[in-house]
Structures are given as structure tokens and as C-alpha cells.
């Protein structure tokens, strides 16, 4: 399993592209402040549950933690995430490529998360 974390959606689609062989697990939250917490409230409960999950990923996955950005630009209905990826709310947790995905409070739950990782 692989961890990378990005910001914003060039560099997201740079590590997709370089992965396109593997399955990709990305996680988007809103971005982080100079103390590393997140404007968004259920980002900042989500994450600790998310990545208490990491060792479930199937092997050879590729786990990408993406920040969308700034509060004023993920609420721009015309953001790339929102526009290309179809992510409509933070925090997201999806099966890149398929329609598999977790949304805001569901990642409040360990046991969703480790359904999502397992899933053919």
C-alpha cells in the first residue's frame, strides 16, 4: 500500500495518472491551516477515523489524501472537484474510477470504511 497526500486537483490527477494500473483510494477534505486542522468540522472528526483504517487497504492499492482547498473555493459550485470529479461534499472517501464512495458522516464509521477497502 502507498500513502500520498496532495493538494489541490493538478496534482491529484499527476498521482492518478502515475497509479493508473493500481486501484486508487482518494480522500478529499478541505484544506489545512499553518497548525494542520482543516476548515471543515467533519474533515478534522473524519480523518483520525480514516486513517485508522489504512492497514484494511488491499495490497498494491494507492491511498491518496487530497485537500480540495480553501472554504471559498470548494464552495464554488464550478471547482474542478466538483465540476470533473462529481465530489459534492467534504470529507469523500471513493473507489477512484467507480461509483463506490463514503461521504461526510458515513466516515464518522470505521466499519463503512473498511466495506469500502474490501469491496471487488
Same mark, same amino acid.
Given at each position: 500500500m502507498v500513502v500520498v497526500e496532495v493538494s489541490?486537483?493538478?496534482?491529484?490527477?499527476?498521482?492518478?495518472d502515475a497509479n493508473k494500473d493500481k486501484v486508487i483510494f482518494a480522500y478529499f477534505t478541505g484544506a489545512k491551516?499553518?497548525?494542520?486542522?482543516?476548515?471543515?468540522p467533519d474533515c478534522v472528526t473524519a480523518e483520525p477515523v480514516v486513517h485508522g483504517q489504512l492497514d484494511k487497504l488491499?495490497?498494491?492499492?494507492?491511498?491518496?489524501?487530497?485537500? *480540495?482547498?480553501?472554504?471559498?473555493?470548494?464552495?464554488d459550485l464550478g471547482n474542478d472537484f466538483r *465540476?470533473?470529479?462529481?465530489?459534492?461534499?467534504?470529507?469523500?472517501?471513493?473507489?477512484?474510477?467507480?461509483?463506490?464512495?463514503?461521504?461526510?458522516?458515513?466516515?464518522?464509521?470505521?466499519?463503512l470504511i473498511e466495506m469500502l477497502f474490501a469491496e471487488d
Open positions: 489541490g486537483f493538478v496534482e491529484f490527477m499527476k498521482v492518478v491551516d499553518a497548525q494542520g486542522v482543516s476548515w471543515c488491499p495490497d498494491g492499492s494507492v491511498f491518496v489524501h487530497c485537500q *480540495t482547498g480553501d472554504r471559498k473555493y470548494w464552495k *465540476t470533473k470529479l462529481n465530489v459534492t461534499a467534504v470529507p469523500t472517501l471513493m473507489k477512484y474510477g467507480t461509483p463506490q464512495k463514503l461521504v461526510e458522516g458515513e466516515l464518522f464509521k470505521p466499519e
